[in-house]
């Protein structure tokens, strides 16, 4: 079956570090991948996708992830973390089944520093 | 233009009572998805639509029913509502992208 593994339930980082946060995948197929982000009491925000091409792909906010098919992982970075990104984000994945349903990771809570 | 919105933000339901969670979006999107959250758990999908009179069952459909109208509504009905379903309710619609709307707490006491 379809899974998205994000191994870090939590991460803290300090203001002005870099941060990566861990996505990998199981699926068949060459997968549709996303990154969200989800502030305390607020709905999904899309940060980035990937459909194909060029496997850095870059999003909103200055974060950028790496699609790795070899390690069937999709890895979310930002070279410094401002207190503003303290939020849960989920990685996850576009199936074609369920009309395009979304499989989502568990999600990693980032807490920053300062 | 809204996006996607839903209605309530929070609701208190006592055990066996019933709700409707109202959905709207103004990209006129024939997918549309209900999903909840909970917490750790991701989220799953309850119900999806693929255009107005469609709908079909996600992975945890039971104790929900849908209706699809008109492209920009998608309600989600709870019947008999029980302990467990006591989440975060997600309502989404399809273009590139899913776009999701803010959420609907929802409590069954």
């Known amino acids: 079956a379809q899974s998205v593994t994000q191994p870090d339930i939590h991460i803290t980082v300090s203001e002005g570090a870099s941060l990566e946060l861990r996505c990998n995948y199981s699926?068949?197929?060459?997968?549709?991948l996303f990154w969200y982000v989800q502030s305390p009491g607020q709905g999904l925000q899309l940060l980035l996708k990937?459909?194909?091409?060029?496997?850095l792909v870059q999003g909103i906010k200055g974060f950028e992830a790496e699609f790795k098919r070899s390690q069937s992982s999709f890895n979310l970075r930002k070279p410094s973390v401002h207190w503003s990104d303290a939020a849960e984000y989920f990685c996850?994945?576009?199936?074609?089944?369920?009309?395009?349903?979304?499989?989502f990771g568990a999600g990693t809570i980032l807490r920053v520093k300062s | 233009n809204a996006g996607v919105t839903q209605t309530p933000k929070f609701r208190i339901l006592k055990i066996g009572q019933s709700m409707t969670l109202q959905c709207t979006q103004d990209?006129?999107?024939?997918?549309m998805y209900w999903y909840r959250q909970d917490p750790g758990m991701g989220l799953k999908l309850i119900y999806y639509?693929?255009?107005?009179?469609?709908?079909d069952k996600g992975e945890v459909p039971n104790g929900y029913n849908v209706s699809r109208s008109t492209t920009e509504d998608f309600p989600l009905r709870l019947e008999l509502a029980a302990p467990s379903q006591t989440s975060v309710y997600f309502c989404?619609?399809?273009?590139?992208?899913?776009?999701f709307g803010p959420g609907t707490r929802l409590l069954v006491l």
């Open positions: 990937y459909f194909s091409g060029d496997t």
């Open positions: 996850a994945v576009g199936l074609m089944e369920y009309g395009n349903k979304l499989v």
């Open positions: 990209m006129n999107h024939n997918y």
């Open positions: 639509s693929v255009g107005a009179g469609i709908t």
């Open positions: 699926y068949g197929a060459t997968p549709y």
């Open positions: 989404a619609s399809r273009g590139e992208t899913q776009y």
